[in-house]
C-alpha cells in the first residue's frame, strides 16, 4: 500500500434518509446495468454478479452485469460518469476508484463531483507470504533484516496501481524498510514465482493463498486485517507489529452525479438488503472478506477521505500512469 467533502446539493440529497420506497418502484422498463471495469471471473466481478442477483428480486427490475476493463477501472468509471441520471447504469468498484485519483495523470473524471456514492458492499484483507526458505518466519524479523539490507529483498506485486500493490507500499512506509518491487501481470504469474522461489515475498488475496496453506509450499507471515483471519488462524495481524497498518481491499456501487434523490433511496435500500442476504454473505466469506454497508453520506466521507490517504502511498511508490 485520500478530504474534500461532497457538493452542499450531493450532499443534501444523501443526508436524512427517512421514507422508504416502495419495493417496487416504477421505473423506466429498462434493465439496471452494472457495469465493472474488472474482467469476469474476479472478485470484483463476483461481487457485482452476486449483489446483481439479490437487487433484481428486490428492485422488480432485471439486474445485469457489463465488463469493461481496462486502464485500472477508470473506463467503466467513465461510462457511468456521463451515463443519464436516472440510475440504470451503476458503476460496482474497488479499491483502484480512490487509488487512481492520484496514480493517473489525467482522470475523464472527477471521482467526487461526477458520481453519487450509494454503498460500500465488502471488505476484504490479504496476507502477506513468503517463498518457502524464507529465512524469517515472522514480520519482526522480516522487518530487521530488510532495515540491514535495503532493497534486497523482492516484492512481487500482481498488479501495478492495485490494492496489493499499495499494502506493498503501506507496509514499506509504516515498516520504514524498502524492498524490491517485482511487477507482474496478474496474482497469478506472480505466485508461481514465489512458489518457484523467484521472488521473496507477495501480499496476495486469501483465495490465492489458501490452496497453498497447510503445506510446505510457502510461509504465511501475516494478514493485513487488525484481527485474525478465520482462514489463517495462526497468522497474526500485521498490525500487531507495525502500529497502524491495516489494509483491506473495498468495493462499492456507485451511480452518476444528479441522480433524484428518490431513485437513489430506492437504490440504496436494493443494494443494502441484498447485502445482507445469505447467498452475498456467503460469496464475499471464501475471499477472507465481510459484507460492509453505510449510508450515501459515509460512503461519499470513505471515498474523500481514501482518495487523500492513498495519495501519500502513490506518492510514496513513485509510481504514475497516463
Known amino acids: 500500500m485520500h478530504r ?19 419495493v417496487h418502484a416504477a421505473t423506466s422498463g429498462q ?38 476493463p481496462g486502464a485500472g477501472g477508470n473506463i467503466a468509471a467513465d461510462a457511468v460518469a456521463r451515463a443519464p441520471k436516472d440510475g440504470n447504469t451503476l458503476l460496482v468498484s474497488f479499491t483502484s476508484f480512490t487509488v487512481n485519483a492520484t496514480l493517473y495523470k489525467k482522470l475523464p ?18 496476507v502477506l507470504v513468503a517463498r518457502k526458505d524464507f529465512p524469517a518466519s ?31 507500499a503501506s507496509f514499506e512506509m509504516g ?12 496474482t497469478s504469474p506472480a505466485i508461481q514465482d514465489l512458489v518457484g522461489g523467484q521472488v521473496d515475498l507477495m501480499f496476495a488475496s486469501a483465495v490465492n493463498v489458501m490452496p497453498l496453506a497447510g503445506g510446505d509450499r510457502i510461509k504465511i507471515l501475516g494478514v493485513t486485517s487488525p484481527e485474525p483471519m478465520k482462514q489463517f488462524p495462526t497468522a497474526p495481524p500485521i498490525g500487531d507489529t507495525v502500529k497502524g497498518f491495516s489494509s483491506k481491499a473495498w468495493f462499492g456501487m456507485f451511480g452518476p452525479a444528479g441522480m433524484p434523490k428518490e431513485r437513489l ?9 441484498g447485502a445482507k442476504h445469505e447467498n452475498f454473505v456467503k460469496l464475499v466469506e471464501p475471499e ?26 502513490v506518492k510514496f511508490t513513485g509510481v504514475t500512469a497516463d
Open 4 to 22: 474534500s467533502y461532497l457538493h452542499a446539493g450531493l450532499l443534501a440529497a444523501v443526508l436524512g434518509f427517512s421514507a422508504i420506497l416502495p
Open 31 to 68: 434493465p439496471v446495468k452494472l457495469v465493472v471495469g474488472a474482467s469476469p471471473g474476479g472478485t470484483t466481478d463476483r461481487v457485482a454478479r452476486g449483489i446483481a442477483h439479490e437487487m433484481s428480486s428486490i428492485l422488480g427490475q432485471t439486474v445485469i452485469v457489463e465488463n469493461r
Open 109 to 126: 473524471f472527477d471521482p467526487e463531483k461526477d458520481f453519487t456514492p450509494i454503498t460500500m458492499l465488502a471488505e476484504v484483507p490479504s
Open 138 to 168: 515472522d514480520v519482526a524479523t522480516l522487518i530487521d533484516m530488510a532495515k540491514k539490507e535495503p532493497g534486497k529483498y523482492s516484492f512481487a506485486i500482481g498488479g501495478m496501481g492495485s490494492s496489493l500493490h499499495m499494502a506493498t
Open 175 to 186: 515498516a520504514k524498510i524498502e524492498g524490491l518491487t517485482v511487477p507482474y501481470k496478474g
Open 265 to 273: 433511496e430506492q437504490l440504496h435500500k436494493a443494494a443494502v438488503e
Open 288 to 313: 477472507g472478506g465481510t459484507v460492509v454497508t453505510n449510508t450515501p453520506e459515509e460512503f461519499a466521507r470513505f471515498v474523500s477521505e481514501d482518495i487523500k490517504r492513498y495519495a501519500d502511498v
